[in-house]
């Protein structure tokens, strides 16, 4: 007897239908897989025989002929576990056969009970795409499966349920409780009225959340910069609901959505630390996973210590801050992930951490300073819109009543400057400032005659490269957005100078 059934595969963020077919056949018992599966799906082969045996039915003594089509993909992964017991099933004719409209994945444990999945979104916006619209998911994963629109989700504890179900002995009811994430709301563990002192850096970071700049703080131990990245995520702008859905559905490749909860709600802040590996940071592994860049993407990645990164590290980053992707290569084809994100870099000046500091003699010799300094290589730091230094707070500061702003008001004045940027930008695939290329800079860098003359000043006596002169436009389009100005004035440029590289020696 023959059995079809469509099972799903997820390579990168995409998900890919496959159909496989389950025959039965006289001749010695076994079970043959062809179709190009992966040792992971020869491994089903295993969990399958035991789930199967453990769910009170009976593992055909028959020989079984496994195919998978479409042929030229290699199948891998665990999500064939249960599409292969049910069509083995349905083959050895102890439930009834599958109708087309049906979709089942998950990975069977021993005794039969079905297991969370990564990348129940995708495979299951892909099949509702193709018209399969019943859906026999994880029971963990049945929230996840329901934000995809028109999908008719059954949560599966176990292949005994399912077969139940199938049977029509006792139905499985669908999962109906829409998730309902609560995107107005958000609710933040740092705040920058926590911080006390440090304006400028206050003052930087806003001007970074407003156009999507990349930022390098620099400064000795103790100033606060980690206290000051922990406080980004707060004045960021809320996600859209497009880009919670992308969100969701890096994290739910990763494997790693909250079964509660599973549409972001937040944008991602992500803080790895530098003794990562290779393949945690940009992705990889034997099914390619998004890496922390990956799980940055549309939030912040903060790398604190910086240099300790170490060049291999550092590098890999250049093509996600040039391009927003990561391709990640590997035997069977490249894989890319999104990685668009807002790199906040934190770092002390030398390896003591006092050079320049008021208060406490640096111990490091020149040398060793400026070795540090260029673990940061040119073209990274010619990707970092804004370079500010973070000075110890004095004591009246850190002790003073004074209240700082909430970080809600600072919020509510860069969800206004990112308005005017979608407005100017719509219709591009630019969504801010710091993605402008030198003709969108041309087109939308109107300066004031003051403002021109100020530029031409600056270029002549600090020598600016092109590069450099692109950079102080946009960040100085942003400083005006912040202000609600059409043209960018001269006191716009002249913050946006101050927030140029240091000339490192
Ligand atoms: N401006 C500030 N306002 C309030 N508390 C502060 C401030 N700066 C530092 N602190 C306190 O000092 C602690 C250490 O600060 P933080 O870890 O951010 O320093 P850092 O600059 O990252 O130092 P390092 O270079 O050693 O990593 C913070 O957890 C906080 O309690
Ligand atoms: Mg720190």
Redesign the pocket.
Known sequence: MLARIFACEVIGLEGIIVEVEVDTTQGLPGMVIVGLPDAAVQEARERVRSAVKNSGCVFPQRRLTVNMAPADLKKEGPSYDLPLAVALLAASEQVPLIEPTQLFLGELSLDGSVRHTAGVLPMVGVAVERGIRQVFVPRDDAPEARLIEGAEVYPVGTLGELVDHLRGERRISPFEQLATADLDEPVFAHDMS?????EHVKRALEVAAAGGHNILMT??????????ARTTPSILPRLTRAEALEVTRIYSVAGMLPSDTPLATQRPFRAPHHTISHAGLVGGGRFPRPGEISLAHRGVLFL??MPEFGQAGLEVLRQPLEDGIITISRAQGSVTFPAKFILIG?M?PCPC?YYGDTTRPCTCSESAVSKYQRRLSGPLLDRIDIHVE?PR?EYEK?AGEKQAETSAVVRARVEAARQVQQRRLQGTKIACNSEMGPAEVRKHCVLTPPAQQLVKAAMQQLGLSARAYHRVLKLARTIADLAGAAEIGPAHIAEALQYRPPIRG
């Open positions: 926590h911080v006390r002192g440090q400064g000795p131990p103790g100033a606060g910069k980690t206290l000051l604190d210590e934190a002390n951490g973070v707070v850190l």
